[in-house]
Each structure stands twice: as structure tokens, then as C-alpha cells.
């Protein structure tokens, strides 16, 4: 199986996974193999502790930073309480005191926005105002180690298929929340158009709505479906919710104009995905 999935000769996989060996990063067995003939097959496991990875996942009014080793436990977890770019330092740092730096492969940053993930450049943040921010190549310089950053939206999307390998190999993942985003996963990998921005469903008109959008256009699935617009229209119908959870809660308690609300989510969003799969 490494031997495919790697795309190399048998030769150079055992020559590979024999300096992997050597370096302490994995173990190899024999296995049994019971009522077949020939020799017996040799299974190779990573040892777990042996290397170590960052990942830095931006959320709504915080950031959190966890440390992954080699079967992807998670070893140590911090969190912040707001979502300042320059604290990403802060985190890094805190972390790196729980592993030995040498141990440390790569950082992976997860990010809402405008990534231009190819270059590592920051292109857009809503709670940045500066904007093409070469986010991989700062954080490279400081820490000495690869960097990889991407948009939040993709990322989520290749964790669930990767979760889910058994799963149909062609996905659509929506995220909805603040805004709205789309992510395509074909053949079991996340689809990329030339600029990285495929996805930005959240601002495409839907006919027959006109409030008014944060990008300044009317219109926008965002203004129908986004969590701030959804507690506006209960608000300004009589319903007063402070979050999203009201929302649910009045659809629970079958209030009226709360349902009416998820019928035009689910009828804007409909029209969405079908034109994104046909």
C-alpha cells in the first residue's frame, strides 16, 4: 500500500521506509499471515512521539493551537480570546515549550478569508485591515520550519474526507456562519480553481432578495442564510433572539416567522447547490 500511494519502485519504498527506521520515526513487524503461503509481510508503524506538528485554526473572536504528533493526537491544546494576527506568535511559542523544537516537522495555519495558499499569502481578513499579508514567509523566517496555510473552509473539507476515506470520493462542504463558504472535494481531493477563491458562495445573488450586503451589494445568500442577518429579521419581525441558538429554539417551539425564515435558508441554498452540481 506505501508502495502505491507513494507512486515509487519497491526498491526505493524499503530503501525509504529503512532510513525512516534508522532515524527512530518508524517501527516495522513481521505479520502472521495465517492459512497463506510465502513469506510473511512486514507492517510498518510510526512512532508516535518521535515528530510533532503545529496547527493554528483562526475562529470567530479567537484562535486555537494544538500539537499533533505522528497519529495525529492531539498532545497539547491552547486557545486565545480574541483573534489578533500578531498573537499567532504568542501561540506558537507557548507551544513549542511543551515539545523539543527539533522534534517539530511543520506548521499548518487554517484561516477564514482570501488565501492564496500556493504563496502563503493572506489576502483578505475581515478583522485585519491590512490585506496581502505573506503570512507563510514571516512565520517561515521566524520558526525555521515549513509552513502550509490555507482558507479554514478548505481545510475542513479535506479533514472530513480524510475522516471519512470510505466515503463517496466527491463532496460539496458548506460552511455557515458569520459568512458563507463553499469547498469542493473531486477524486478525493480539494478543488482549486487559478486564485484559490472558488467557493465564496455567500455573495451570489439570489433573485427576489434586495437587503442590503457587507460586500455592498443587495441581495447576497449571505443576507439570507448568514448567522447576523438571520438574527436581524427575527429581531425586526418580534422575535427577540441574541444568537443563533434562539434561532433553533424558536424553529423547536414551531414559531411561525422563525420557520418561514429556515424555508427561504433552504430554498436559497437548494437553488445554490444545484447549480454548483449540475
Known amino acids: 500500500q506505501i508502495k502505491i500511494k507513494a507512486d515509487l519502485s519497491m526498491e526505493s519504498t524499503l530503501s525509504y521506509l529503512d532510513m525512516l527506521e534508522k532515524e527512530g520515526l518508524v517501527l516495522s513487524r513481521l505479520e502472521n499471515r495465517e492459512g ?15 515528530s510533532f506538528y503545529i496547527g493554528i485554526k483562526f475562529l470567530a473572536h479567537r484562535i486555537n493551537g494544538v500539537i499533533l504528533n505522528l497519529n495525529s493526537d492531539v498532545v497539547f491544546e491552547i486557545e486565545t480570546q480574541d483573534e489578533l494576527l500578531n498573537r499567532i506568535y504568542e501561540i506558537i511559542s507557548c507551544l513549542l515549550k511543551e515539545i523539543d523544537k527539533n522534534k517539530l516537522m511543520a506548521i499548518g495555519i487554517s484561516c477564514p478569508g482570501l488565501i492564496d495558499s500556493k504563496n502563503g499569502i493572506l489576502n483578505h481578513y475581515t478583522s485585519v485591515i491590512d490585506k496581502n499579508i505573506p503570512l507563510k514567509k514571516l512565520v517561515e523566517e521566524k520558526e525555521e520550519v515549513p509552513v502550509y496555510i490555507d ?3 478548505k481545510t475542513n473539507a479535506l479533514y ?81 433572539v441574541s444568537s443563533i441558538q434562539g434561532f433553533v429554539d424558536e424553529l423547536n417551539k414551531k414559531n411561525e416567522v422563525a420557520i418561514a425564515i429556515m424555508n427561504d435558508i433552504v430554498n436559497s441554498l437548494g437553488s445554490v447547490l444545484l447549480n454548483i452540481v449540475t
Open 160 to 240: 472530513y474526507k480524510l475522516k471519512n476515506a470510505d466515503s463517496n470520493s466527491n463532496l460539496i462542504y458548506v460552511y455557515i456562519g458569520a459568512g458563507v463558504t463553499s469547498s469542493l472535494v473531486i477524486d478525493g481531493k480539494v478543488y482549486r480553481c487559478n486564485n484559490n477563491n472558488d467557493g465564496e458562495i455567500g455573495h451570489l445573488i439570489i433573485k427576489g432578495h434586495n437587503t442590503k450586503c457587507s460586500c455592498g451589494r443587495n441581495g447576497c445568500l449571505e443576507t439570507i442564510i448568514g448567522n447576523s442577518y438571520i438574527i436581524n429579521k427575527l429581531n425586526s419581525n418580534g422575535v427577540n
Open 36 to 50: 497463506r503461503p510465502g513469506r510473511k509481510s512486514e507492517a510498518y508503524f510510526p512512532v508516535a512521539n518521535s
Open 151 to 153: 482558507s479554514s473552509t
